[in-house]
């Protein structure tokens, strides 16, 4: 969630949202969310999606896939 | 009866007072129909009745979020700012769809700052370990130091379209 925070710090189309995953079950079903973190990135057509903490330069990689 | 105390609170003086520097806006997206004196006492009785369900209601996380923030605001005054917005009147409604935030997810905390070029929010209420993310986030908005590489900053320029990154969390 730090990390997405400090991207959307640098970038104006950078939206960064944490989702408390048991307070909104039925998002977190939908995303398929078993373990957390999770993360999904979505551009406006592709998508990525990952799990665990990531260093800087994955969580990068995967919002660059997206657009 | 206060949440943060004690060793926190004495952690979070000092902290706030050497890295905060520019003000920081929590938006708290909740309903007025949940902190009244009825919403609360009704809470009480029924987690009296079923307390081991383990699940938190919409109501009851959103009191204790705007508690959570409260406190936060009245260590750094100066720098830390609460709003509340009511989503049972039509203003607070039409400052969530303006935020861009999904008005049936509550609580919902929309940050601001000079240092937030995009968008960052926290849906649900950030305890546990999520509580510590809340104050890194509260510290890195008002510090401006995101501590990001600048190899990294280079190539988030290149971004150009809206990205979402949602983040699945848990307090545990």
Same mark, same amino acid.
């Given at each position: 969630m730090r990390l997405a925070n400090q991207f959307a710090m640098a970038n104006e189309n950078i939206i960064a949202e944490a989702v408390e995953a048991n307070e909104f079950m039925d998002l977190a079903n939908s995303y398929h969310v078993?373990?957390?973190?999770k993360i999904i990135v979505k551009g406006l057509e592709k998508s990525a999606e990952f799990e665990g903490a990531q260093p800087e330069h994955i969580f990068l990689q995967n919002i660059l896939k997206v657009i | 009866m206060a949440i943060i105390s004690g060793e926190d609170l004495d952690y979070l003086k000092q902290r706030f007072a050497a890295e905060l520097k520019s003000g920081v806006e929590l938006n708290l997206f909740t309903r007025a129909s949940y902190h009244t004196p009825e919403a609360e006492a009704q809470a009480t009785e029924a987690n009296q009745e079923?307390?081991?369900?383990g699940e938190m209601f919409a109501g009851e996380a959103s009191r204790v979020t705007a508690q959570i923030l409260e406190e936060l605001a009245a260590i750094a005054p100066d720098k830390i700012t609460v709003v509340t917005h009511d989503m049972d009147s039509p203003d607070g409604v039409q400052m969530a769809e303006q935020a861009g935030l &999904?008005?049936?997810?509550?609580p919902a905390i929309a940050f601001d700052s000079e240092n937030l070029k995009g968008q960052s929010r926290y849906y649900g209420l950030p305890s546990g370990y999520e509580f510590g993310s809340l104050i890194e986030n509260v510290v890195d908005l008002s510090s401006? &130091?995101?501590?990001?590489r600048p190899a990294t900053v280079e190539k988030l320029a290149t971004v150009n379209q809206p990205v979402q990154i949602m983040v699945f969390v848990t307090p545990t």
């Open positions: 078993y373990g957390v973190p | 079923d307390d081991d369900t &999904n008005a049936e997810m509550l401006g &130091n995101s501590e990001l």
